[in-house]
């Protein structure tokens, strides 16, 4: 079955400072993987995928994720953090070998941008 | 464009009481789905549905129940609910369906439930 990690919890930052959301997953075959921002008292909201093609995926709000398959891993990136980024942030996959179109959640990262 | 729309927002109940949380989509998306998010776990799926006419069990379906009433709306039913259903439902929907779609998941804001 398909799993997501997400190995911090909290990730802080200064405003104006790079942003990396670090994300690893496991699949039997392909993966399909997607990010997604929750702000509070809100459903997620879908910000980038990667299906296939180019390694590097460019999103909503300025973010970008880079897929590596040797590293199994699909961080998320910005250049330059703003407040307004502060949210909970999820990583996703879904297995192309399976049959079905359900989605392996991680567990998220609250984002805290420092002003 | 309203999306995903979920009611009540709100909830309480006291266990062993009964209710239904309503969701419906105005995207014409085949497939939709019943989350559950608890603190430092994620999204848990409870049950999902691919297209009208079925439905499936996910992660965590135990005492809950699903009917996936027309293509816009999909309902999640607690028949006795337990404080440890305590939570944040979120319902989603994606397009079109097929399998091994690389369509995102659009979601609703969610139902918050306490259930004392």
């Known amino acids: 079955a398909q799993s997501v990690a997400q190995p911090e919890d909290q990730v802080n930052v200064a405003e104006g400072n790079p942003l990396t959301v670090k994300c690893t997953y496991s699949?039997?075959?392909?993966?399909?993987l997607f990010w997604y921002v929750q702000y509070p008292n809100r459903g997620l909201q879908f910000l980038l995928k990667?299906?296939?093609?180019?390694?590097l995926v460019k999103g909503s709000y300025g973010f970008e994720a880079e897929f590596n398959k040797s590293q199994t891993s699909f961080h998320l990136k910005k250049p330059s953090a703003l407040v307004s980024d502060s949210a909970l942030y999820f990583c996703?996959?879904?297995?192309?070998?399976?049959?079905?179109?359900?989605?392996?959640f991680g567990k998220g990262n609250q984002v805290v941008v420092i002003p | 464009n309203a999306g995903v729309t979920q009611t009540p927002k709100f909830q309480v109940l006291k266990t062993g009481q009964s209710m239904t949380l309503q969701c419906a989509q105005d995207?014409?998306?085949?497939?939709m789905y019943w989350y559950r998010q608890d603190p430092g776990m994620g999204l848990r799926l409870i049950y999902y549905?691919?297209?009208?006419?079925?439905?499936d069990k996910g992660e965590v379906p135990n005492g809950y129940n699903v009917s996936r009433l027309n293509k816009r709306e999909f309902s999640l039913r607690l028949e006795s609910a337990a404080p440890s259903q305590t939570s944040v439902y979120f319902c989603?929907?994606?397009?079109?369906?097929?399998?091994?779609?690389?369509?995102?998941?659009?979601f609703g804001d969610g139902t918050r439930l306490s259930i004392l």
């Open positions: 699949v039997s075959g392909n993966p399909y």
């Open positions: 989603a929907s994606s397009s079109p369906g097929q399998l091994n779609s690389n369509q995102p998941q659009h």
């Open positions: 990667y299906i296939t093609g180019d390694n």
């Open positions: 995207m014409n998306h085949n497939s």
């Open positions: 549905s691919a297209s009208e006419g079925t439905t």
């Open positions: 996703a996959v879904r297995d192309i070998m399976n049959g079905n179109n359900r989605l392996a």
